[in-house]
Each structure stands twice: as structure tokens, then as C-alpha cells.
């Protein structure tokens, strides 16, 4: 069965400090993709990245970048330099290629707080 | 902006009385998803659509239904609301046809059953 584990509920920093918040998942497809999704304050969830299970290379966007590693089953996300405005729940979850219409299965997200 | 609208924003309603909740999209997306938000949970499907008059169950979709009449509506309904339906609610739509493309979000419906 499908699962996402989000171990860390909180994290709590300082700003410009360096954060990695971890994401290990479950599945028996061959083909899947990850995905991150960041919880503001104020409530919406917004899109962050989507990764598939053949590309293992890491990716940066900012601040922002992302450790994919098959062999721990992990998809890790760091914030490099964080800032207050990064506060938020952040939500790793999956998606399996061989299920029609199939939900994303999230984890239940880490907090983390920077603060000034 | 996937242009996803949801109504209302926020809902209190009583014990045992009936409430539907409004998914809008303007992008004609095929796939919509119903999810529910809850602490220590994370999101949980309740029920999506995958197309006109197409609706499938998802994990938790004891006490809910939904409807889809128009491509651009989603509609869930609790026939007789009950206080473990009081969560946050959000609509998704998913931005292609393969079960792995990114899915987005709609602005939530806080809904509050007491």
C-alpha cells in the first residue's frame, strides 16, 4: 500500500538558518511522482515541485531544493537561508501511474517556523 | 492560478441538516477532486470526478455525495451534517489526463458543524 511519512511535525529555526524537512514514501509502482506542497498562514496550498520516480537528480530553485533518493525511498526538501516568510505546513505527497483518477496520497506535514 | 473558486469560504451550520459545498473551475479541467483537511491527517480524498456525471469514491466518502452536472462544477454534499464532518475542505482540479499530473488547489471551505 501507498504511504507518505512526514516524521517531523515541527521544526522550529531561526532566520537564515539552513532547514531540511524529510519525506519517505511507500509504493510498489515502478512509476510514480512526488510532489511538495507548501501551507501558508493564511490557508491555500500552493504547488511546489513534481518529481517522477526515473529522474533522480536534484533540483534547486532559489532558496528552494530537493533531494530524490530511490534507495531510502526519500524525497527531502531544503530551505537554504530561510526567511519568516517561509513559515507554513508543508505537505509531501504521491501520486501512481497505474491508478485511474488517483488521489494524491499525502503525508500530514511538517510545520516549521522561522522566526526573526 | 489554476482559476479555482470554492463556496462558501467559511459555513457554521447545526447538527443533522444538510449542506453543499461548491467546487468552480474556468480551465475545463476533466479530473476534480474533493479532499478533507484535518489535524494529525494531512488531506484525505472523500470523492472525485472524472468527467460529466462521472464520480468515484475515495477514502473517506461515508456521509458525503457529490454531483457533477457541468463540466466547471463539483459539488459535495453532507446529507445531514454531524460534527466529525466539521474540517476544512478543499477542491482540486487535476491539470492533465495521467493520474500523475499536478494537482491544484482551491482556497478551502472552512466548515464548522456544531
Known amino acids: 500500500a501507498q504511504k507518505v511519512t512526514q516524521a517531523q511535525t515541527e521544526i522550529s529555526v531561526v532566520e537564515k538558518e539552513d532547514v531540511t524537512l524529510d519525506c519517505v514514501y511507500e509504493?510498489?509502482?515502478?512509476?510514480?511522482?512526488l510532489f511538495w506542497y507548501k501551507q501558508p498562514p493564511s490557508g491555500e496550498l500552493v504547488f511546489l515541485i513534481r518529481r517522477n520516480s526515473f529522474d533522480e537528480q536534484n533540483e534547486i530553485s532559489g532558496r528552494y531544493s530537493w533531494n530524490f533518493q530511490k534507495s531510502t525511498s526519500s524525497f527531502n526538501f531544503t530551505i537554504t537561508a530561510s526567511q519568516v516568510v517561509d513559515s507554513a505546513v508543508y505537505f509531501c505527497?504521491?501520486?501512481?501511474?497505474?491508478?485511474?483518477?488517483?488521489?494524491?496520497?499525502f503525508g500530514k506535514g511538517t510545520t516549521l517556523s522561522v522566526s526573526s | 492560478d489554476a482559476g479555482i473558486t470554492q463556496s462558501p469560504r467559511h459555513k457554521v451550520t447545526e447538527t443533522g441538516t444538510p449542506v453543499t459545498l461548491r467546487c468552480h473551475q474556468t480551465?475545463?479541467?476533466?479530473?476534480m477532486y474533493w479532499y478533507r483537511q484535518d489535524p494529525g491527517h494531512g488531506l484525505r480524498l472523500i470523492h472525485y470526478s472524472y468527467g460529466v456525471k462521472d464520480t468515484d469514491k475515495g477514502e473517506v466518502s461515508d456521509g458525503y455525495s457529490v454531483s457533477r452536472s457541468k463540466t466547471e462544477d463539483f459539488l459535495l454534499t453532507l446529507e445531514s451534517a454531524t460534527s466529525s464532518q466539521t474540517s476544512v475542505y478543499f477542491c482540486a482540479i487535476r491539470a492533465g489526463l495521467a493520474s500523475t499530473d499536478t494537482q491544484y488547489f482551491g482556497p478551502g471551505t472552512r466548515l464548522t458543524v456544531l
Open positions: 480551465e475545463n479541467h476533466r479530473y
Open positions: 509504493t510498489r509502482d515502478t512509476t510514480y511522482y
Open positions: 505527497a504521491l501520486s501512481e501511474a497505474n491508478q485511474a483518477g488517483t488521489a494524491l496520497i
